[in-house]
């Protein structure tokens, strides 16, 4: 069996009332970590899931949320439109070449 990589988890404090307007209002930093878990999901054969991000509150973790292998495309898809309305064209073009990749 292959070693598994981790990337550096990105710990989040954020209160667990507000996890909601997070993700709203921190959409270019959920895209980029996206694209980052995504880029390793594909270039490594073994790697099923990775922690796409972390949330804690008072020092404990009360949340994590994994991409999966299987939905890289679909995530490269909703990244790439975002990079791409946000006029942000080398990212985009990162986007479709991890979606070009995936399996």
């Known amino acids: 069996m292959g070693n598994k990589i981790h990337m550096t988890v990105i710990k989040n404090k954020v209160n667990p009332e507000n996890l909601e307007d997070w993700f709203t209002t921190n959409r270019a930093k959920v895209y ?20 796409l991000f972390e949330f804690y509150w008072n020092d404990d973790v009360y949340a994590k949320i994994y991409m999966n292998k299987k939905d890289v495309k679909t995530a490269m898809e909703k990244a790439l ?23």
Do not use: G, W
Not at 32 to 51: C, P, Y
Not at 81 to 103: G, H, P, T
């Open 32 to 51: 980029e970590r996206s694209v980052e878990t995504a880029s390793l999901l594909v270039s490594n054969l073994h790697l099923e899931q990775e922690i």
């Open 81 to 103: 439109n975002f990079f791409v309305e946000q006029e942000m064209y080398e990212k985009a073009q990162a986007c479709k070449d991890i979606k070009d990749l995936a399996v």
